[in-house]
């Protein structure tokens, strides 16, 4: 997960109101092993069908990985020793699905906490015989706890629920609590690639990662391989346009 194209600003971030009252947190101090108990995602009422649940639950005994538990050697668990990216909020799977299909030399954990996404990233493992990807039905938070610090080549928080309201919006994935997690998480080297069509959340996201010492990045020009999925499809229809930012932990 290389950085691709060149870092230009895309938000003018003095027109953009927020109300940073968590991006603000300071990051001195924060004992990133133990999480404040947030809530970063949205509860959903549809559930499967009683046999594809089923199913899932099979599946899940052989591709999932459990939300939580010991410490995980990744070499064991895809059998070889590969770049592995963690991927936050999968939501339909499709462009953790396209992306493993495309990048055979890489190994992909697939997080979400909702069935549906989960048992499409399933069913592509299932006919596609992807070996390269793993699935954690669960909260991504939780399951860093499972990662060796240092061991991850790249993490994709792309289109996190935008908890657009003032007061919920502690309730977003990026704040500085979470990206100190996840960067500890990240090899030097390594990449967090973040994604949102919501302005104040590009913006939350920018101030967040500039606060974090260990990464250098910023916003970049929507990198072609990164597959459109509904989400993003849905708010080009709707008007927004999506942010993209990379940055590189670099110690
Ligand atoms: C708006 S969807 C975007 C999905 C996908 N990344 C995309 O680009 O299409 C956000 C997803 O993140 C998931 N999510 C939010 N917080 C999460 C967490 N803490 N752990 C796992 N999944 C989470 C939600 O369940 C939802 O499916």
């Known amino acids: 997960m290389a950085p691709e194209g060149g870092v230009c600003l895309l938000l003018n971030t003095e027109t953009v109101s927020i109300r940073m009252s968590t991006a603000a947190r300071s990051l001195d101090g924060v004992d990133t092993a133990s999480l404040p108990p947030v809530r970063t995602f949205k509860p959903r009422r549809r559930s499967l069908s009683a046999a594809r649940q089923a199913w899932v639950s099979e599946q899940l005994a052989r591709w999932g990985l459990a939300e939580s538990g010991a410490r995980l050697d990744l070499t064991e668990v895809f059998g070889r020793t590969a770049p592995v990216v963690l991927d936050v909020g999968v939501g339909g799977g499709e462009a953790t699905v396209v992306l493993a299909r495309q990048r055979p030399h890489e190994d992909t954990i697939a997080v979400d906490v909702h069935t549906p996404g989960i048992s499409q990233v399933l069913a592509a493992i299932d006919a596609d015989g992807l070996t390269n990807l793993r699935v954690v039905h669960g909260d991504a938070l939780v399951f860093l706890d499972r990662l060796a610090p240092a061991s991850l080549a790249g993490i994709r928080v792309w ?56 990464l250098v990045g910023g916003v970049v020009e929507r990198p072609a391989w990164r597959p459109v999925t509904r989400f993003e499809a849905r708010g080009a229809r709707e008007g927004r346009t999506a942010v993209d930012l990379l940055y590189e932990r670099h110690r």
């Not at 690639?193 to 967040?208: K, N």
Request: glycine share 4%; with cysteine.
């Open 159 to 214: 289109f996190p629920d935008p908890w657009p309201k003032a007061r919920h919006r502690h309730r977003r994935l990026v704040q500085p609590t979470t990206v100190a997690a996840l960067v500890d998480r990240l090899a030097v080297g390594g990449v967090l690639h973040l994604a949102t069509d919501v302005d104040d959340y590009a913006v939350q996201m920018m101030s967040v990662c500039a606060r974090e010492p260990r």
